[in-house]
């Protein structure tokens, strides 16, 4: 069956760095763009970050830009989230989204505490 799983997340001082990670199976990992979304407490899910499948374009939200990267290795089924400079707004549980042709799925999600 299909799986996303995250991990990566924990509790990082202000300015620390984390790398959250989402390994995939049971779909074509290759033909799948990926997505990494956040959901702080009392608000709306937003996108973060998104990686076409082949790697080759990505976007972010204008508040991680320049701090967060986006990659994937496609060989290990795997995307990336590399988180720098963490501010207490980052807080928030991060999710794993993959779109192909015909589905969407969705990871179970990693806690991400910035706070001093």
């Known amino acids: 069956q299909v799986q996303l799983v995250e991990s990566g997340g924990g509790l990082v001082q202000p300015g620390g760095s984390l790398r959250l990670s989402c390994a995939a199976s049971?779909?074509?990992?290759?033909?799948?763009?990926m997505t990494w979304y956040r959901q702080a407490p009392g608000k709306e899910r937003e996108l973060v970050a998104t990686?076409?499948?082949?790697?080759?374009?990505?976007n972010y939200i204008a508040s991680v830009k320049g701090r967060f990267a986006i990659s994937r290795d496609n060989a290990k089924k795997t995307v990336f989230l590399q988180m720098n400079n963490l501010k207490p707004e980052d807080t928030a549980v991060y999710y794993c989204?993959?779109?192909?042709?015909?589905?969407?799925?969705w990871g179970q999600g990693t806690q991400v505490t910035v706070s001093s």
């Open positions: 049971g779909f074509t990992f290759s033909s799948a763009s």
């Open positions: 989204h993959a779109l192909t042709a015909f589905r969407i799925y």
């Open positions: 990686i076409t499948n082949t790697g080759t374009t990505t």
